[in-house]
């Protein structure tokens, strides 16, 4: 039987310590809260780690944070040689925060490379230093430098970012929101996520289930640091932190 885990970070990205109870651990040593807010690999984004604290203030290090039989459950893997805690047991749980803001500023700023470069989606992968989005793009002539600059200017605007729950019927009545080619976003669960940049989301909306920081400066500077040919039709842009280092 699948465990559902209540998400916390779904609803917020900033808390970085919370209490929860175990329900399980499973037969691989990963262990299962009733809530949690240590975010699981999903939608490129890598799942997170952190710490779970017991009653007697010894640590159960968590390696890593995955989905189980279902996206509902939530598996904290821990580290070598770790305690297996009780079924019941109550925990305060830490997130490696430094770590996990790196990720919020790298995801949000994935979203603004699709705004810059609005087309077809068909991969991503979001990490503390580097990230990619590959698209579906004919060479259309686009540079490291323009894209850069196209960014940062919605980086310095400061547009807001939230999120706002829309149902699976309003999703099929604007199938334009939908940016990615191969991931279609799971329907059938009544109610959908979508990640909204800019007041009325002037600036975009699109289902995402990951974290992000809450407005665009707070991504601070980042730069293109390379548009790979993957393909005829397909473009790998790496987006990168600081400023583009001048040649
Ligand atoms: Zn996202």
């Known amino acids: ?31 299962i809260l009733d809530r949690t807010i240590f975010y699981a690999t999903s939608g490129g984004q890598p799942g997170d780690t952190g710490l779970l604290t017991r009653g007697d203030g010894s640590n159960i290090s968590v390696a890593a944070t995955i989905t189980g039989e279902t996206k509902d459950e939530i598996i904290h893997v821990p580290g070598l040689e770790q305690a297996v805690p009780e079924i019941g047991e109550r925990l305060k749980l830490s997130i490696d925060w430094p770590r996990r803001h790196l990720l919020m500023r790298m995801h949000a700023a994935c979203h603004l490379l699709t705004v810059v470069c609005p087309y077809p989606i068909t991969g991503a992968s979001v990490s503390e230093e580097d990230s990619r989005v590959d698209f579906d793009i004919p060479d259309a002539g686009f540079t490291k430098e323009d894209v850069t600059s196209q960014m940062m200017e919605l980086v310095r605007a400061n547009h807001p970012i939230y999120n706002r729950w829309i149902s699976d019927d309003e999703l099929a009545a604007n199938p334009t929101l939908v940016k990615s080619k191969n991931v279609r976003p799971p329907s059938g669960t009544g109610k959908i996520r979508l990640v909204c940049i800019g007041d009325n989301a002037s600036i975009d909306s699109q289902p995402c289930g990951g974290t992000h920081v809450a407005g665009t400066a707070e991504i601070g500077e980042i730069h293109i640091g390379k548009i790979e040919k993957k393909g005829r039709e397909n473009r790998r842009f790496r987006i990168r932190f600081g400023a583009m280092p001048s040649n």
């Open 1 to 31: 039987m699948a465990f559902s885990t209540q998400a916390v970070f779904r609803d917020d990205a900033y808390l970085r310590e919370t209490e929860a109870t175990v329900v399980g651990v499973n037969d691989r040593g990963g262990i």
